[in-house]
């Protein structure tokens, strides 16, 4: 599996201001939102383009237009601190969702919410979730878009465990990693250390 590690020094900034246990929730948030920009613009960087004429006040030239927007597909509840982002930089892609609770016990991926097209066949598709854990939810997540036909996926991941990359490698799912770090490994919780805690927690606080 192709995995680009967004090394970039805003990004390890972002990054770092999550992974701070003092941050507070509003803090977390608008860090991940900075740090969505910049995954979702390098995992757009091969997208085919087309191109058109474009008319500047000065002069004549060639233009560019995404040839095929991807669906964005954000996990909740954590990939929801992802999505306005995604959508903002790519305005012309569409939207499916997929919610998934963890079960504390088993850490096996429980589905709640599946609304997405019949067909993904045409087009890529952006998974959004803040943290490749075990790798459960994800290839949850890609197995449901693989049976609606999508061949080219790519998984938008703050962070990412060893653990869950190799669940994903052994998965054979046709995917791509793009990712700020990966970290050392899961704890007994299931949680990636040293990580950022709970992804949805530190966004929209405990429930
Ligand atoms: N999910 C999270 O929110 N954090 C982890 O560390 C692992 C899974």
Redesign the pocket.
């Known amino acids: 599996m192709d995995v680009l590690v967004v090394d970039h020094p805003l990004a390890r900034a972002r990054l770092t201001t999550m992974r701070d246990a003092r941050a507070d929730n509003a803090t977390f948030r608008a860090a991940l939102h900075e740090l969505t920009v910049m995954l979702v613009y390098e995992a757009m960087r091969g997208a085919p383009v087309t191109t058109e004429r474009v008319h500047t006040p000065v002069a004549r030239t060639v233009g560019y237009r995404l040839a095929n927007p991807p669906l964005l597909v954000p996990v909740l509840r954590?990939g929801l601190g992802m999505a306005d982002q995604a959508h903002k930089l790519i305005p012309e892609a569409q939207m499916g969702f997929v919610g998934l609770a963890?079960d504390e016990t088993t850490l096996r991926p429980t589905p709640y919410l599946e609304s997405l097209p019949e067909s993904v066949a045409d087009r890529p598709v952006l998974v959004l979730d803040?943290?490749l854990?075990?790798g459960g939810s994800m290839a949850h997540t890609i197995t449901l878009l693989t049976e609606r036909g999508a061949t080219d996926v790519t998984a938008v991941c703050a962070?990412a465990?060893p653990e869950g990359i190799r669940h994903l490698e052994e998965s054979g799912l046709p995917v791509r990693l793009v990712t700020a770090s990966v970290d050392e490994r899961?704890n007994d919780s299931?949680?990636?250390?040293p990580?950022?805690?709970?992804?949805?927690?530190?966004q929209y606080g405990a429930v």
């Open positions: 954590a963890r803040p943290m854990a075990t962070l465990a899961l299931g949680y990636i250390v990580g950022l805690g709970d992804a949805g927690d530190r």
